[in-house]
């Protein structure tokens, strides 16, 4: 079955930066459309952003161009998030979603 894991979150001063992680496992991982959301407190679901399964494109919301990066390790079946330039309203729970699942997330606070 799908399983996909989020971690890497944490409390982190505005400005600073984290880099999240996802494991996949239970599909071919280097095949798929990866895809990365978020959802802050009392909010909707976010998209974030989505990278190609050969990494040839990227895509990101407009409120984190510029300050996320979206990579992928399809020999270790990882995704990952790095976030710069943190802000409090980047705070919110971040989930790794593709092949239909969106799996465990991991929190992220942005606060002095």
């Known amino acids: 079955d799908v399983q996909l894991q989020a971690s890497g979150g944490g409390l982190v001063q505005p400005g600073g930066s984290l880099r999240l992680s996802c494991a996949a496992s239970g599909f071919r991982f280097g095949t798929h459309t990866m895809s990365w959301v978020r959802q802050a407190p009392g909010k909707d679901i976010e998209w974030v952003s989505d990278i190609s399964g050969s990494s040839d494109w990227t895509n990101y919301a407009d409120s984190v161009k510029g300050r996320f990066t979206v990579s992928r390790d399809n020999a270790k079946n990882t995704l990952f998030l790095q976030m710069n330039s943190l802000k409090p309203e980047d705070t919110a729970v971040y989930y790794c979603?593709?092949?239909?699942?969106r799996g465990q997330g991991t929190l992220v606070t942005v606060s002095s």
């Open positions: 979603s593709g092949s239909g699942t």
